[in-house]
């Protein structure tokens, strides 16, 4: 079973918005410093129910103790273990910068922000990472051209 296909499932239940839609996902996205990278993938989590406006600032925090970028191009930003308390329902975002951000010494060019409630957190990371660990599959994500193409890659990711 897919990676969204499950979380889908899962979370379509009692009302709950589904781990990624086509509305938390951006494309073609002019660089901005990673604290305002950050800050819009957060941002499109509070938009869409899946956390509170304080969670933000710990997603920023964060990124302050330890750098998000994982690699190939890719940064997961999320909050600290203080932040569960803002997080309403487990989701992610998917921001796509062309021209990149500067996380440090890298540069990501896909800002994947998460929440997640209790311990479905790693679950999310290790399915992004599994996503994102081969560089063909992340140039295939960074050069996507529709949101579908985005949803469509990461829903095909197995769990």
Do not use: W
């Not at 839609?21 to 899946?50: C, P, R, T």
């Not at 710990?58 to 997961?76: D, L």
């Not at 295939?140 to 829903?155: D, H, P, V």
């Amino acid at each position: 079973m897919s990676f969204l296909n499950f979380f889908k499932r899962k979370h379509g239940e009692n009302n709950t918005p589904p781990i990624l839609k086509k509305e938390s996902i951006l494309i073609n996205v002019d660089s901005v410093d990673k604290f305002k990278a950050i800050e819009m993938a957060g941002q499109i989590l509070v938009d869409g129910g899946y956390v509170q406006p304080e969670y933000i600032e710990e997603m920023k925090k964060r990124e302050k103790e330890i750098t998000t970028y994982i690699g190939n191009g890719v940064a997961i930003p999320h909050g600290t273990s203080q932040s569960k308390k803002y997080i309403n329902f487990s989701g992610i975002s998917v921001i796509q910068f062309p021209e990149g951000v500067n996380f440090g010494k890298e540069t990501a060019y896909l800002v994947i922000g998460i929440a997640a409630k209790g311990d479905e957190h790693l679950k999310i990371l290790q399915n992004l990472a599994l996503a994102c660990q081969n560089p063909e599959e992340s140039e295939l994500l960074i050069k996507a051209k529709t949101k579908e193409e985005i949803l469509k890659k990461l829903s095909v990711v197995e769990d």
